[in-house]
């Protein structure tokens, strides 16, 4: 049996998607620098897969994707601004971490 075309692509791009996402775990669970950066270098490249396969299948009209609202970029940049705000100022109360406590 023979898949079709956007059932292999659909399948790699999911595939890149866990791949990209258990990377980024090794990532921020790695207490090594050069480990971290390894498996962050490769979690990039799985990315960068991941988005030409996407544009491959948008391209092809595979994947079809709706375009913004009006006012809903802006909106999402106010919300992601003020929760880094808001992080920040909690972050600046904390006490300090010791290199030896996670």
Not at 23 to 38: F, I, K, P, T, W
Not at 55 to 65: D, F, R
Not at 77 to 84: L, N
Request: aromatic share 2%; glycine share 6%.
């Amino acid at each position: 049996m023979k898949m079709k075309d956007s059932s292999i692509l659909t399948d790699a791009l999911g595939s890149l998607k866990h791949a990209a996402s258990c990377y980024q775990m090794g990532v921020l669970e790695s207490d090594s620098d050069n480990v971290r950066e390894a498996l962050q270098g490769i979690m990039v490249d799985r990315c960068d897969q991941q988005r030409a396969v996407f544009n491959l299948m948008h391209q092809m009209g595979m994947y079809k994707t709706a375009p913004a609202q009006s006012g809903d970029v802006e909106r999402l940049i106010q919300s992601v601004q003020q929760s880094k705000a808001e992080m920040d100022a909690k972050h600046s109360h904390a006490e300090p971490v010791s290199p030896h406590e996670g």
